[in-house]
C-alpha cells in the first residue's frame, strides 16, 4: 500500500465535474475502492497508476507529499516541516536504530519532522529500515 493524496484526487475529481462513480469508470476501478482512497489516501500501486491515468497525470504526482504528517500530535498545529533530506542515524554513542542499517558500515536513514508551534519532533525511518523490523532482532511488535 501506497499513501496518496486524498485531498488532491477529491479536488482533481470535483473540477472535473465527475461522481466517483465516474472516476471509477474513467479509472478502471470500482467505486468502494474510490470511496476507499478518497477517505484514507490508501491505495496499492495498480490504482495510483489507473487513477493518474485517469487524470492524465504521472502516478508521483498523486503521492502524499506529506501532508498526513500534519497536525502535530502533540500541539494539533498544521504548521508542521518536513526536512527535504534524510538524516543518518549513527551517533557517537551509537545507532538510534539499531540493526537496522542497510550494510556493515552503514546506518539507517530517518526524515525529520518539526513542529513550528510547539517544537514536537518526530523521525520516520526509511524503507530500508523499515523492511527489516521484522526479521532484526532487537526490536518486538508491540
Not at 477529491?10 to 461522481?19: D, F, I, N, P, V
Not at 476507499?36 to 485517469?54: M, P, W
Not at 517544537?119 to 532484526?136: C, H, M, P, T
Amino acid at each position: 500500500m501506497i499513501k496518496l493524496d486524498a485531498k488532491l484526487i477529491l479536488t482533481l475529481r470535483q473540477e472535473r465535474a465527475w461522481s466517483q462513480e465516474e472516476l471509477a469508470d474513467a479509472s478502471g476501478l470500482h467505486l468502494r475502492t474510490i470511496q476507499r482512497i478518497e477517505k484514507s489516501g490508501n491505495a496499492s500501486l495498480q490504482s495510483n497508476k489507473s487513477l493518474a491515468s485517469a487524470f492524465d497525470l504521472d502516478p508521483h504526482d498523486l503521492r502524499d507529499k506529506g501532508k498526513t504528517m500534519s497536525p502535530c500530535p502533540e500541539c494539533g498545529s498544521e504548521k508542521v516541516y518536513r526536512s527535504d533530506k534524510t538524516v543518518d542515524t549513527t551517533m557517537a554513542s551509537g545507532e538510534l536504530l539499531p540493526h537496522l542499517a542497510s550494510g556493515a558500515f552503514s546506518s539507517a536513514q530517518v526524515t525529520p519532522v518539526v513542529c513550528g508551534s510547539c517544537g514536537f519532533v518526530r523521525f520516520f525511518a526509511d524503507d530500508k529500515a523499515r523492511a527489516k523490523l521484522e526479521s532484526s532482532n532487537g526490536w518486538s511488535l508491540v
